[in-house]
């Protein structure tokens, strides 16, 4: 009954294929031999998230065991969500179509700071309390994981508790633990209390945090000696043994990223200093050439894509990258699949192997310089140049590409007008480049110039600097907009507003969650989204909390600061980060360390230190 009423309601909705479930290689399982239910959240549409690979290989790891049934969950488009809530029927899993609120475990992941009012919008389309404290044990534990659980404060009223690091190992280590309690039929804190002792566990309840008098930490400490101070990091030690799924969902339209990925390594020691990535999810770790081949082989034979992507932070520095492109080439050419290198570092080798995957189809290149001019290319540690950049362009142009992509960054810490005009020229330089190479060309060259504006985020150097103001971000983006009018360039650049709101919630603390509900109960969700995104919403719900956001944004922290991150531990240490910094504001470069010298960022001690072989 319940679900012929599921039926009904996706008859009025725009895409109902994005509820439907039952795509090949979905999971279906007798729920007579399960134990334990966990449904894995991802905060927008079925299209984005079901091209995110850590959901993918967490919902076949669970489910290759017989007595666990994990299922998936998207947020509703808008259309969606009225027709739930005008029919009161509670929002429901793709698999089994079963209310949210009856599993044991709903997992977010949380990717973005502008999913978190997309977080509450979907505990409430599934009738469940928003407020941990509010939960008892008739509902589902709430599970934060991803980038964004790094600094999870801002979160800390909404969610049980978070996974801080890969989730591969520890999420079993959760499920055992659930099971053993649920026999037990003990109380709800209780569990909690015990997965609080679970290496990469966070429970925001079992700290409490005190402030000083203007506004900043005074201290995160735990409510109980049992409880530990720092929350470490998990990380999988060894890639090739580690769980990788050999078969994916295919979904029955298109998302965004739609072809099998293949994951080579994790982790990036390049350095960027506004890169959060680069830092949370180091150290390195490799698959090897014979595992990748296997998987990637399995994946074409149980998925029929037609495509394979080999996804990493960076792709050029795989060490094994051009055996890798040949001995999957080989196996791919005889089954008419393509590969495809995305996060390439530009320079004569990718292009070289980039030319190989395309043959045919030439799509268009992407360049990051990030900054205009040596001197804050430097400043960030980007160690390209204007000539790598220059050379790569011109034997990109030599060898048929015509359409290319230049990512910048604003609002970089120390940028001038000087920088802005160095993005300028670099991309009139590429014009006249493009003249004179490509003379008996008739094509026209097609030059997107991308600008986004910095962010700073928690556990990087640049975790101590303010963001620019709104207005000013504006300014310099007309200014781009101004010196980029040409008839080949398109220029395009990211809202300042969405910018601010990431950067105060990416270094808030848990007094920011009244904030997020506030702008919830005024109607903010998808506001990553330019058509949904409410700014005035936001600006009256801190109004309506008595907080100033610029305290978050706009504030330079001293190094005594306390942050409302800092009980918890990537690996990479505070020192490390101050010592980069300071080196920031010289101009001073800090090489790779996998090509020289360790550079101690302290990762190396993690998990008993296992780590880089320095
Ligand atoms: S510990 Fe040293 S070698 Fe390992 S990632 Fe950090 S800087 Fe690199």
């Known amino acids: 009954m319940y679900k012929d009423r599921i039926e009904k309601i996706l008859e009025n909705v725009e895409k109902p294929v994005r509820y439907l479930g039952n795509e090949w290689n979905s999971v279906h399982k007798d729920l007579d031999k399960i134990e334990v239910r966990f449904v894995f959240a991802f905060p927008d549409v079925y299209e984005i998230g079901m091209s995110h690979l850590g959901i993918k290989i967490l919902y076949h790891l669970l489910n290759e065991k017989d007595d666990i049934f994990a299922e998936r969950v998207f947020a509703p488009w808008v259309d969606m969500e009225r027709e739930l809530r005008e029919s009161g029927i509670p929002l429901f899993s793709l698999e089994t179509r079963e209310p949210l609120k009856n599993f044991d475990f709903i997992g977010f992941t949380l990717q973005y700071e502008l999913s978190y009012t997309n977080v509450l919008n979907m505990l409430d389309l599934a009738q469940i309390p928003l407020l941990s404290a509010e939960r008892d044990e008739n509902h589902p534990f709430i599970i934060g994981g991803g980038p964004c659980a790094f600094n999870p404060e801002p979160l800390a009223d909404f969610f049980d508790f978070f996974v801080i690091g890969e989730g591969e190992e520890v999420i079993l280590e959760i499920l055992d633990l659930y099971k053993t309690w649920k026999k037990g039929k003990g109380d709800r804190r209780q569990f909690l209390r015990q997965a609080a002792g679970i290496r990469g566990i966070y429970v925001p309840h079992l700290y409490e945090v005190l402030y000083n008098e203007d506004g900043t930490v005074r201290q995160v400490k735990p409510v109980s000696s049992d409880i530990p101070w720092k929350i470490e990091k998990r990380i999988i030690e060894d890639l090739d043994k580690v769980y990788y799924p050999k078969k994916l969902i295919v979904p029955f339209m298109n998302i965004i990223h739609d072809r099998a990925m293949l994951e080579i390594f994790r982790g990036c020691t390049r350095g960027c200093r506004f ?70 570092r530009i320079d004569s080798f990718s292009l070289k192997l980039a030319q190989q995957v395309q043959e045919v189809r030439k799509s268009g290149l992407t360049f990051a310089p990030e900054a205009g001019t040596q001197r804050l290319r430097d400043v960030i540690n980007k160690g390209v140049t204007e000539r790598d950049l220059l050379e790569s362009a011109a034997d990109a142009f030599k060898l048929g590409w015509h359409n290319i992509k230049l990512y910048f960054m604003i609002g970089l810490p120390t940028e001038t007008y000087d920088d802005l005009d160095g993005i300028i020229e670099i991309a009139f330089k590429l014009i006249d480049l493009y003249k004179d190479i490509s003379r008996a060309d008739r094509r026209k060259l097609r030059l997107t110039v991308s600008v986004s504006s910095f962010v700073p985020k928690p556990f990087t150097p640049f975790q101590w600097e303010p963001q620019f103001t709104i207005d000013e971000l504006k300014k310099r983006q007309e200014y781009l907009k101004k010196g980029l009018k040409h008839r080949a360039v398109s220029f395009s650049w990211h809202e300042s507003e969405l910018s601010f709101l990431e950067a105060v919630f990416a270094r808030g603390d848990r007094r920011l969650s009244k904030v997020v509900y506030k702008a919830w109960l005024k109607g903010c969700k998808f506001d990553s989204w330019s058509e949904h995104f409410k700014f005035f919403h936001w600006m009256e719900a801190f109004k309506d909390c008595g907080i100033r956001p610029e305290f978050y944004a706009y504030r330079i922290r001293g190094y005594d600061e306390v942050f409302p991150w800092d009980h918890i531990y990537p690996g990479i240490s505070k020192e490390f980060l101050i010592r980069e910094h300071k080196k920031a504001l010289k101009g001073n470069l800090t090489p790779d360390c996998r090509i020289g010298h360790c550079t101690g960022c302290g990762v190396n001690k993690l998990q008993g230190g296992k780590y880089c072989a320095d």
């Open 275 to 344: 890169c959060q990535a680069g830092m949370i999810y180091r150290p390195v770790r490799e698959r090897s050439v014979e595992v990748l081949k296997r998987l990637g082989n399995e994946l074409v034979d149980n998925t029929g894509y037609e495509e394979v992507s080999l996804a990493s932070l960076s792709t050029s520095d795989y060490p094994y990258l051009e055996e890798l492109t040949q001995a999957l080439l080989d196996d791919f050419r005889k089954r008419g699949v393509s590969l495809s290198l995305p996060s390439l």
